[in-house]
T-cell receptor, first 112, second 113 residues
Framework: NAGVTQTPKFRVLKTGQSMTLLCAQDMNHEYMYWYRQDPGMGLRLIHYSVGEGTTAKGEVPDGYNVSRLKKQNFLLGLESAAPSQTSVYFC???????????FGPGTRLTVT | AQSVTQPDIHITVSEGASLELRCNYSYGATPYLFWYVQSPGQGLQLLLKYFSGDTLVQGIKGFEAEFKRSQSSFNLRKPSVHWSDAAEYFCAVGPSGFQKLVFGTGTRLLVSP
């Protein structure tokens, strides 16, 4: 039982490049979330999903897109990376809205 | 909109001493309240949560937190800190459960020998 895994762990992009971050969970959770963590700002919700095939915007969705084609996977895409997107990205999942969120180990992204 | 304030960016505590980390929230009603811990290079782990009922909540690793409605606070405490408690601690507010949590900016705990 791996819990929540994230791929890749580290990535460096040039401005304007695109990439996709993959989050996978093996707990059969309905809800999945993408957060970004920046120094002095805590975690901020980017997008979330309440079930397969659904997505919704969080607090800071601009510049990101997501997809939840399979229940166990939640993809975060950056179509044209900007230096302001340099951050540590965390994925989380929960059984439903009333249960705790389980976090992945994070992806450190640097955009130069 | 709801918000969470953790006024202490860093705290240093001697091993064996007691610990209190402060958390204040702003929300119209009583929200769901949480404390998470993040060890270096790791994701977040839930320490404890408050939904309703007894205002003193027990969590994992010997931590507890007390909800004080009159002060809009949810401070985290531990009677005796261990070196392994050195980490960053986040308070979070969930107006409707765990969905769409709002996190504080975190408090980094350093434990001195």
């Amino acid at each position: 039982n791996a819990g929540v895994t994230q791929t890749p762990k580290f990535r460096v992009l040039k401005t304007g490049q695109s990439m996709t971050l993959l989050c996978a969970q093996d707990m059969n959770h309905e809800y999945m979330y993408w957060y970004r963590q920046d120094p002095g700002m805590g975690l901020r919700l980017i997008h979330y999903s309440v079930g397969e095939g659904t997505t919704a915007k969080g607090e800071v969705p601009d510049g990101y897109n997501v997809s939840r084609l399979k229940k166990q996977n939640f993809l975060l895409g950056l179509e044209s990376a900007a230096p302001s997107q340099t951050s540590v990205y965390f994925c989380a999942s929960s059984r439903d809205r009333s249960y705790e969120q389980y976090f992945g180990p994070g992806t450190r992204l640097t955009v130069t | 909109a709801q918000s969470v304030t953790q006024p202490d960016i860093h705290i240093t505590v001697s091993e064996g001493a007691s610990l209190e980390l402060r958390c204040n929230y702003s929300y119209g009603a009583t929200p769901y309240l949480f404390w998470y811990v993040q060890s270096p290079g790791q994701g977040l782990q839930l320490l404890l949560k408050y939904f309703s009922g007894d205002t003193l909540v027990q969590g994992i690793k010997g931590f507890e937190a007390e909800f004080k409605r009159s002060q809009s606070s949810f401070n985290l405490r531990k009677p005796s800190v261990h070196w392994s408690d050195a980490a960053e601690y986040f308070c979070a507010v969930g107006p409707s459960g765990f969905q769409k949590l709002v996190f504080g900016t975190g408090t980094r705990l350093l434990v001195s020998p």
